[in-house]
């Protein structure tokens, strides 16, 4: 059996079909600080987020796309894995990704952490190479295509061509960071404390990073900084949007800079083939004709662009006895562990 997985700072998906996810979960899971037992996963566990008492502990494990908190991620993989392996007499084979600029340390955690639930064998993909494979691109031609995954946690961008990665680059101040950036706005502006799911539901329905064609409200509720009541206020997207603009124009420099970085040959292609988009984030509204407009060069944000990373994941499945065989070639697809 062959699983694809995809670990993200937000959100995790399993795939065990090229059709669906067979798990598509918030990377949240929920423990009693007291004896450690395992409360609650995904969205059941991000209801409570910022609900629970002084017992129970909320946490997201993995931040900028890697293992921060390792007996966690073990725990959620384990569930994940256990939730759509349904014989425990063939170990399954698992191809993962993992963001560009990452340590051995931190890969080897998450072979780690993948290998704890008894595996056959652990693959790992680059995210913008599973994300360019799952929306149909060809990256094992002599020809540069270009792709930025944007996430909640990591923005991975990646200039690709005969398989392998010419220029990448990592930054981890991405979805996450611009609900930090709302939740700050808002106290500051508005005298309201609002929590981080909150943040997150603004962001989502209003956030923007060019004007929009009408101007959208959205009502945050939360508790008034100096009278500690509960309070709501109606924002703007205006408003939003400068809230979150110094971290767009940060992820718009980020690929400016790949840009500036790829070699000649490779350039024209992307400039005849333009920028393909992918990860939630992508959806954030104005975004693209930001990026094209600053770039001079055509964007398209992929279908379901938050399903590319672990659809391309599964993709590469199909591959794992070649990854095998050429254990040691110089431009692997995956990594065999
Ligand atoms: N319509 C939308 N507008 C703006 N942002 C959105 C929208 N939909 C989702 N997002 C954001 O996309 C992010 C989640 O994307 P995704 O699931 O690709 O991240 P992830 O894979 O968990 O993170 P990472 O790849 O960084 O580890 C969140 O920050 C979420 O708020
Ligand atoms: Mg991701």
């Given at each position: 059996?062959?699983?694809?997985?995809?670990?993200?700072?937000?959100?995790?998906?399993?795939?065990?079909?090229?059709?669906?996810?067979?798990?598509?979960?918030p990377?949240?899971?929920?423990?009693?600080?007291?004896?450690?037992?395992?409360?609650?996963?995904?969205?059941?566990?991000?209801?409570?987020?910022?609900?629970?008492?002084?017992?129970?502990?909320?946490?997201?494990?993995?931040?900028?796309?890697?293992?921060?908190?390792?007996?966690?991620?073990?725990?959620?993989?384990?569930?994940?894995?256990?939730?759509v392996?349904?014989?425990?007499?063939?170990?399954?084979?698992?191809?993962?990704?993992?963001?560009?600029?990452?340590t051995?340390?931190?890969?080897?955690?998450?072979?780690?952490?993948?290998?704890?639930?008894?595996?056959?064998?652990?693959?790992?993909?680059?995210?913008?190479?599973?994300?360019?494979?799952?929306?149909?691109?060809?990256?094992?031609s002599?020809?540069?295509?270009m792709?930025?995954?944007?996430?909640?946690?990591?923005?991975?961008?990646?200039?690709?061509?005969?398989?392998?990665?010419s220029?990448?680059?990592?930054?981890?101040?991405?979805?996450?960071?611009?609900?930090?950036?709302?939740?700050?706005?808002?106290?500051?502006?508005?005298?309201?404390?609002?929590?981080?799911?909150?943040a997150?539901?603004?962001?989502?329905?209003?956030?923007?990073?060019?004007?929009?064609?009408?101007?959208?409200?959205?009502?945050?509720?939360?508790?008034?900084?100096?009278?500690?009541?509960?309070?709501?206020?109606?924002?703007?997207?205006?408003?939003?949007?400068?809230?979150?603009?110094?971290?767009?124009?940060?992820?718009?420099?980020?690929?400016?800079?790949?840009?500036?970085?790829?070699?000649?040959?490779?350039?024209?292609?992307?400039?005849?083939?333009?920028?393909?988009?992918?990860?939630?984030?992508?959806?954030?509204?104005?975004?693209?004709?930001?990026?094209?407009?600053?770039?001079?060069?055509?964007?398209?944000?992929?279908?379901?662009?938050?399903?590319?990373?672990?659809?391309?994941?599964?993709?590469?499945?199909k591959?794992?006895?070649?990854?095998?065989?050429?254990?040691?070639?110089?431009?692997?697809?995956?990594?065999?562990?």
């Amino acid at each position: 059996m062959d699983i694809a997985l995809d670990l993200g700072t937000a959100n995790s998906r399993v795939r065990i079909s090229p059709e669906e996810n067979a798990i598509d979960e918030p990377s949240v899971i929920a423990y009693d600080t007291e004896d450690i037992e395992i409360l609650a996963y995904g969205k059941d566990a991000y209801q409570m987020l910022g609900r629970t008492s002084a017992k129970i502990n909320v946490v997201f494990p993995l931040e900028g796309g890697v293992i921060a908190q390792s007996g966690l991620v073990e725990e959620l993989v384990n569930i994940f894995l256990h939730e759509v392996c349904t014989s425990r007499v063939v170990m399954p084979r698992v191809v993962a990704c993992i963001p560009g600029e990452i340590t051995e340390v931190e890969k080897r955690a998450v072979v780690g952490a993948i290998s704890s639930f008894g595996v056959r064998r652990v693959l790992l993909i680059e995210a913008t190479k599973a994300a360019a494979f799952g929306t149909g691109l060809d990256i094992m031609s002599p020809h540069g295509v270009m792709v930025a995954d944007l996430g909640a946690g990591t923005i991975d961008i990646a200039v690709m061509s005969l398989g392998g990665i010419s220029v990448t680059k990592t930054i981890k101040t991405a979805g996450n960071a611009m609900d930090d950036e709302i939740i700050k706005y808002i106290r500051r502006q508005h005298g309201l404390i609002i929590g981080k799911a909150m943040a997150k539901a603004c962001k989502e329905a209003i956030a923007c990073v060019i004007k929009p064609d009408a101007e959208r409200t959205f009502r945050v509720k939360g508790r008034d900084s100096l009278r500690g009541l509960p309070r709501a206020v109606e924002v703007t997207s205006t408003e939003i949007m400068q809230a979150i603009a110094d971290i767009g124009v940060n992820i718009i420099n980020t690929i400016v800079d790949v840009l500036e970085d790829t070699p000649p040959e490779l350039l024209a292609d992307i400039h005849s083939d333009g920028i393909t988009l992918t990860g939630g984030l992508s959806q954030l509204y104005g975004f693209r004709e930001l990026l094209e407009k600053e770039t001079g060069i055509r964007v398209r944000v992929a279908d379901d662009p938050q399903d590319c990373v672990v659809k391309g994941c599964f993709r590469a499945t199909k591959y794992i006895e070649e990854a095998e065989a050429q254990k040691s070639s110089l431009n692997p697809l995956m990594t065999v562990y």
